[in-house]
């Protein structure tokens, strides 16, 4: 699609191309919104015009496959990782409107008025989690040191009328607060929901700190991001989302948050977290909400095509001749990579395998092919370790590193690290690893044969 400026327009660009399911039968927030997104995951992008006790509609899954991320950036699917490391190097700085022309002031609900759960359809996902839950809000927040925000997605609990639950990891956002929290203070954050798939993966990121994830949307967009002033809160949001939730992480206070089920498809534990006070809220008129279906395509995806960037990046400061790389859904788009790349010396798979260790502390099995194996292809990569692997010679182990905390077979994170080098020898025999190969098969087209 050509620009890729809202929610809205996203969903009219889903719709011409009926990649948008629209559910018009009656639904309840508990586990039914859940259960028809994940029917629709990886196909279509659900539309519930009718959920039981709410006017405001809920969207889930806006964009579920890698061709749909590429849609709404206008490239070719295998130009994700490029784009984004463009994207990366070069930001472009948001545009500040004012809040009359900003779509997200049209409503204003104040601080005596907030009532989440009442407000908003904010659904229940899985069986064991601890209630109502918000995903797929942007948390925007101002560095109090240089003056930079920065955008990142937590869970949030439902906790109140005005309460949220968060999982703040020890990130960009953590240290904004705890500088904040040392002070005695707390830290002013907006909440954003309902935002375009280009925002989203902005998100998500793996930039440095300082850098500001919606210039790193608008470089990805082509064009400045529009953004207003939060109205209690020194935060710039952007103008055209549905909600912005405007609060404040409260310095000192810790409660109950948890369990939740997470992208690796486990619960993640309760345990006492950061909470964050709603004051004010913001809306659209017949705003949309947009919910992110955990472990879902979107949610792996959006982990994903970032992360695939960043690792690409620094695989190519080893070995400048690394071509692709994949974080497969089945490795819950963080835990296996795949490594396509042109051998010129003996040895640099290996060199790969362990610069892929050090890339992401996530990354816990690594398949490197040579570059004429397509790593986007199961099959393919699970041939290629058939047949092109040996244990003693091209297994590379490290154990008692550092992993996902959230991996259960870990013991808190701490565990072992597997390298699977499936590069031919560079000293094989013509033949012995020639492919089968059957002349014209690619131009043959099946149906001008059967009648
Ligand atoms: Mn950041």
Redesign the pocket.
Known sequence: MDRCESLRNWLHHLEEKSELATIEKKVSLNYEIAAAAKKLDGKKAGYFSNVEEYKTPVLAGTATTRQQFADALNIDVDKLSKTFLDALKQPLPCHLIESKQAPVHENIIEKKDVDLLHQFPIPVHHEKDSGNYITGGLAIAKDPVTGKQ?V?IHRLQISGKDRLGALILPR?LYNFFKNKEEAGEGLDIAIVIGVDPVLLLASQAI?S?G?D?LEVAGALKGYEEQVVKCKTIDVDVPANAEIVLEGKILPEVRETEGPFGEFPKYYGPESKKEVIEINTITHRNNPIYQTILPASYEHLLLGGIPREASILNKLRETVPTVKDVHLTIGGTCRYHLAVSMKKRNEGEAKNVILAAFAAHYDVKHVVVVDEEVDIFNMEEIEWAVATRFQADKDMVVVHDSLGSKLDPSTDQGVGSKVGFDCTVPLNAQPMEYERIRIPGLEDLNIDDYIK
């Open positions: 920065n990142s960009h930039a700190v850098q994830e």
